[in-house]
Structures are given as C-alpha cells and as structure tokens.
C-alpha cells in the first residue's frame, strides 16, 4: 500500500493526529506528508480511517496488486 496527499490538502492535520507514525506536517509546504513509499502493515487500516475521514478527501491510497 502506498499513500499519495494531492493537493487538496488543506493542512488541517487529521490524518497527523490520527496516525503520527505514517504522517506528518510539512511547516513549508502548510500540508500532510507520507514518512514512508510502503506503509508497513500495522499501520494500514489507520491510513485507510485517517483516509476516509479527511475532509479534504486529499489521501489517495494506492493498494498493492
């Protein structure tokens, strides 16, 4: 599984507080970012709640064929 942020992002820092592990906020760019290419396992179904409630709809995940 890999997570993309798109630009809709609109820094409201959910998916940060939800999931610290895998995201974090980038100060310069004012939005989310992916601390990893391929979100280790444990962490997945959070990616897919932060996700499904970011009001932006700004995390597209990209599972593995």
């Not at 970012?33 to 709809?57: D, S």
């Amino acid at each position: 599984m890999k997570i993309v942020i798109t630009s809709q992002c609109m820094g409201d820092r959910n998916c940060n507080n939800l999931c610290p592990e895998v995201f974090e906020y980038d100060e310069d760019q004012l939005k989310s970012t992916v601390k990893f290419k391929e979100i280790p396992n444990e962490y997945k179904a959070l990616c897919r709640q932060a996700a499904a409630e970011c009001g932006a709809v700004a995390i597209e995940i990209l599972e593995d064929d």
